[in-house]
């Protein structure tokens, strides 16, 4: 994967240098964040074993909105998942949710 070698490079390099620590968790995050299929399948092949990349979630806030008569949102909210607070509001056609963390 040598497009992505400049990512190992700073993983390596964070290793050597305590102060650069923080660089190296960001190098690790940016890897599995900027991973394609094509990159997924060269580790299957590696490894010999199926390989699962699930994507990180930077966002701080999450903005979810939807008619007032829809009565299955339970669908729409089971996918909001590590946002502590919320706020809620509403006009006369629709209901506008944020969570942030």
């Known amino acids: 994967m040598p497009d992505l070698s400049h990512l190992f490079d700073q993983w390596h390099l964070s290793h ?48 979810v909105s939807f008619p007032v008569g829809l009565d299955r949102i339970s669908g729409l909210l089971s996918n909001v998942e590590g946002f502590a607070n919320l706020a809620i509001s509403r006009n006369a056609s629709h209901v506008y949710i944020s969570f942030w963390r």
Do not use: C
Not at 28 to 49: G, V
Not at 51 to 57: P, S
């Open 16 to 63: 050597r240098l305590a102060a650069l620590r923080s660089m190296g968790t960001k190098a690790k995050l940016d890897l599995i964040n900027t991973m394609s299929n094509d990159h997924i399948r060269i580790l299957e092949e590696y490894f010999q074993d199926s390989v699962i990349v699930d994507k990180l979630n930077y966002d701080i806030v999450k903005n």
